[in-house]
């Protein structure tokens, strides 16, 4: 029986390394052993938390080489609020179930195949898993994808991830805020503050 | 007299091909005519606007390469909000002007002189001009300047400025939305998003 599990993966079999228990590390119940590869296939130190190089690496395997901006951008919405810069196996589980998630609505508005969707699919795409967002905010998002060369914008998949994330993030937030569906949200100082920095991603 | 202005620039003289008058180029009147070359040197198609990569042009004559992230942070800032990404003489004299106080306020807070400004002395800073913003939050934005070395984070002049737009921009507008300084804002959705949105900086 351990010898079929090892070749045919119907259940995780634990990594060299690491014991018997998934759930000692941290990981949820019913994490896909993919998942738990990936992760301690970067956290090479064992610490339990990897920061945002070893993320890129670590979706690598499975999504593609996302761009550092997305990456970071991922960290902090998905972190622990009181960590630094990492995650851990908890939010990575979390993390990678998401990012299949867009995918899967990647693949079904990219209407042409071709690897990008244009602003009305973005809006479709975000629509169809309860977003409608205003024609004016997605365009004033999507400007910043402008090469300058004028032509029509489409974001690829990472570009995809980063304006859903930001645009789903950003309304949560809002409705947060607005727990009647009043149309306005009220915030405090420290509140507004902390609740918009972690959207704005430097990275040199 | 011509001659005298042209070595000693005690007033400004029209660059060429301009004409006389800068006022009718949209520059407000009073402005420096090191403002008005910087902007011309770099509107070749005399369009009357300027994109991206030419104000980073025509701010290195004066200032330093600023970064285009800090570029399109600031046109994002300062342009008009029905135009593209791209600012016309007045804007530019605008920001010409905002950079030359926030150059001021670096100087005096880089108390070391070692071209970087660390936490203490960025909220030193923005104390100075009236921004009192809590530490928790300047710990949020500047932990996205980290490297992951996990070293003490300074910034130069470029992120500096980065940082201090940012906090700044928000503080303005939340405070637009808190008319009588009850420490809470409310903001209808579309006020949020759109608030929020040109501090979310994307460049590929």
Chains 1, 2 share one sequence.
């Not at 090479?44 to 690598?60: P, V």
């Not at 991922?74 to 995650?87: A, E, G, V």
Request: with cysteine; aromatic share 14%; hydrophobic share 40%.
């Amino acid at each position: 029986m351990a010898y079929f599990n090892r070749i045919f993966k119907t259940q995780p079999s634990a990594p060299h390394g690491y014991g018997e228990s998934y759930e000692q590390w941290g990981f949820p119940p019913g994490t896909h052993v993919d998942v738990i590869r990936s992760f301690q296939m970067v956290d090479r130190d064992r610490s339990g938390f990897i920061d945002d190089a070893e993320l890129q690496q670590a979706l690598s395997s499975a999504y593609q080489r996302f761009s550092l901006r997305t990456i970071r951008l991922l960290i902090f919405l998905f972190k622990n609020p009181n960590d630094p810069l990492r995650i851990g196996p908890k939010e990575f589980a979390a993390l990678w179930s998401c990012l299949g998630q867009w995918r899967g609505i990647f693949d079904r508005y990219d209407k042409d195949r071709s690897g990008k969707i244009d602003l009305f699919e973005l809006r479709d795409a975000l629509y169809g898993i309860g977003y409608a967002i205003p024609a004016s905010i997605l365009q004033l998002l999507i400007s910043k994808y402008e090469n300058g060369g004028g032509g029509r914008v489409e974001l690829n998949f990472d570009s995809f991830v980063e304006c859903g994330m930001i645009l789903k993030g950003l309304t949560d937030k809002f409705k947060e805020k607005d727990p009647k569906h009043s149309g306005l949200a009220t915030f405090s100082y420290d509140a507004f503050m902390s609740m918009v920095i972690p959207f704005l991603v430097s990275y040199d």
